[in-house]
């Protein structure tokens, strides 16, 4: 089995997940997707959640905020539209590729992305589509699994990655990563870094996009 991923595999692993997807990512990742809203919630305005599966996140977001979901994969985004079906703050859900986002130059005033960075097939693109979407000022809130730079674990990643592949997320991918990336990304200044469960091995991200800076 290959190491790489594809759009259209990881397509179709989360439309193998939906019937299970809320009892497994539900609890795990409840923390985080709290932790990730309470800082949308903070900027307000028109927020992205790319990456908005069955829409488990939709009916906590506060009244301050107008949410526009996007996802890979349309079986999944079955349950998102019920969901959203019974809000009034969804804007719309839509099949959309986090690589190549449909949207003009700062759209948005937050982006989220939770524990989606690692589930596409090239991070750091659609780290640049986040961060073309928003606008000057406003944030990109990731939660994320941190892969280890070195060592046991992180030889154990390696070797996972053809099984992980094949369910639609990568195990390997470290925080060099994202340092590098922000480092190219002159428009974008890390705000935060804090740890998530579970394990230690999860953490929120926030990006601030610079006043000024160009989409």
């Not at 959640?49 to 829409?55: I, R």
């Not at 349950?79 to 003009?104: G, H, P, S, T």
């Not at 070797?159 to 592949?165: G, V």
Request: hydrophobic fraction near 45%; aromatic fraction near 8%.
């Amino acid at each position: 089995m290959a190491l790489t991923m594809n759009t259209s595999g990881v397509a179709s692993a989360y439309d193998r997940w939906t019937p299970i997807y809320d009892l497994v990512f539900g609890p795990v990742f409840r923390q985080g997707r709290a932790r990730s809203i309470e800082a949308a919630a903070r900027i307000g305005g028109r927020v992205l959640e790319v990456g908005v599966g069955t829409g488990i996140s939709l009916p906590f977001y506060g009244r301050g905020c107008s949410v526009y979901g996007i996802d890979i994969s349309d079986k999944i985004l079955d349950k998102a539209r019920a969901r959203a079906a019974r809000l009034d703050n969804v804007e719309a859900i839509e099949v959309m590729d986090a690589e190549d986002l449909r949207f003009a130059d700062g759209s948005f005033d937050v982006a989220i992305a939770q524990y989606v960075i690692t589930a596409v097939p090239n991070p750091e693109r659609a780290l640049d589509e986040l961060a073309r979407v928003v606008r000057p000022g406003g944030e990109i809130i990731i939660t994320t699994r941190i892969g280890a730079e070195g060592g046991t674990r992180a030889s154990i990643e390696k070797m996972l990655m053809p099984i992980t592949s094949r369910l639609g997320f990568r195990t390997e991918f470290s925080w060099a990563r994202y340092a590098a990336w922000e480092k190219g990304a002159p428009s974008v200044r890390l705000m935060e870094r804090s740890p998530l469960p579970p394990l230690g091995h999860f953490e929120l991200i926030r990006y601030r996009k610079l006043p000024g800076a160009a989409a």
